[in-house]
Structure formats: structure tokens, C-alpha cells
């Protein structure tokens, strides 16, 4: 059974998912996992954690801004979505993503945001490409909306 939880620091799961971030396969996770070391969010900002088989499998989070410069104003984001390679092809995503989305849509927001490179991945979960960004990084990324209000 899969369990979804969005967390603040202190949760029981929250150094659990710090570690998972930290080792886990992608190189944006240790990233992640010091943003939470240090607790660098916002009071309504949450990482959702997906718990299955005992242990937490997968993350993603919900803030304010992703990797777009403070002149786009989109927000809100869901952002680090990575699921454990053994626990790939669950859905584990789609339902971390609709965990987010739900919370967001609870705060009053109409719409919410996804950056990434992947293609044809977050379209199947009713998201519509805006277009393609640079983001603070240098980097291009595709920008990703679906409403939810």
C-alpha cells in the first residue's frame, strides 16, 4: 500500500526523504536534500514523500518558485519529482503530483507549474506546455501548467 505525505520539517519521514535526496540516482537530489537539511521553505511550502514497502520511495515538492528568474510570476511550482528506479512504472509520480496539485488547489490556487526536460511525460498528467524558458541556471527548460481551480 502507497502512502503520500506532505511534510514540513519534524515530520517522522523527513530525514528518511533527506536521505533518500541525498543518495539518490539524480544529481539534482542532493540539492534538494540540503534545501531541507536547512529548512529553506516557505511556512506553506511542502515535500510530498511516497511511502511504500516500509520506506520512503519518492519526493517532490511544492513551492513558490522553481528555476525561473524573479521575473515570471507563475506560481505555484511542483518541483525534484523523483521516484525510486525499483518503484518506477506505480505511478508513484502521477500520485505524488495529484497530491500537490489538490494542496495548492486547497490554498486558493487556480493553476500550478512544472520546469523540465522531460517530454511527453507531464502532458499524460493534464499539464500544457507553455514554452521553453532559460532558467537560472543558463540552462532551457519546458515550462508546464495545469489548471486545477
Same mark, same amino acid.
Given at each position: 500500500?502507497?502512502?503520500?505525505?506532505?511534510?514540513?520539517?519534524? @515530520?517522522?519521514?523527513?530525514?528518511?526523504?533527506?536521505?533518500?535526496?541525498? @543518495?539518490?540516482?539524480?544529481?539534482?537530489?542532493?540539492?534538494?536534500?540540503?534545501?531541507?537539511?536547512?529548512?529553506?521553505?516557505?511556512?506553506?511550502?511542502?515535500?510530498?514523500?511516497?511511502?511504500?514497502?516500509?520506506?520512503?520511495?519518492?519526493?517532490?515538492?511544492?513551492?513558490?518558485?522553481?528555476?525561473?528568474?524573479?521575473?515570471?510570476?507563475?506560481?505555484?511550482?511542483?518541483?525534484?519529482?523523483?521516484?525510486?528506479?525499483?518503484?518506477?512504472?506505480?505511478?508513484?509520480?502521477?500520485?505524488?503530483?495529484?497530491?500537490?496539485?489538490?494542496?495548492?488547489?486547497?490554498?486558493?490556487?487556480?493553476?500550478?507549474?512544472?520546469?523540465?526536460?522531460?517530454?511527453?511525460?507531464?502532458?499524460?498528467?493534464?499539464?500544457?506546455?507553455?514554452?521553453?524558458?532559460?532558467?537560472?541556471?543558463?540552462?532551457?527548460?519546458?515550462?508546464?501548467?495545469?489548471?486545477?481551480?
Amino acid at each position: 500500500m502507497t502512502k503520500l505525505y506532505l511534510m514540513t520539517q519534524g @515530520h517522522p519521514y523527513w530525514e528518511e526523504t533527506i536521505s533518500l535526496a541525498e @543518495h539518490c540516482s539524480w544529481r539534482a537530489g542532493p540539492f534538494l536534500a540540503e534545501k531541507m537539511r536547512k529548512n529553506e521553505f516557505k511556512e506553506w511550502e511542502r515535500v510530498c514523500a511516497a511511502y511504500m514497502d516500509g520506506k520512503v520511495v519518492g519526493f517532490c515538492t511544492v513551492a513558490e518558485k522553481d528555476e525561473l528568474p524573479e521575473e515570471y510570476a507563475f506560481t505555484p511550482f511542483i518541483g525534484f519529482v523523483f521516484v525510486e528506479e525499483t518503484y518506477r512504472g506505480k505511478r508513484l509520480s502521477e500520485m505524488m503530483i495529484q497530491n500537490a496539485a489538490a494542496y495548492t488547489r486547497r490554498l486558493g490556487y487556480e493553476k500550478i507549474y512544472i520546469m523540465s526536460g522531460e517530454i511527453g511525460l507531464y502532458e499524460k498528467y493534464g499539464f500544457t506546455k507553455l514554452g521553453d524558458y532559460e532558467t537560472i541556471y543558463g540552462a532551457v527548460d519546458q515550462l508546464f501548467v495545469k489548471y486545477i481551480g
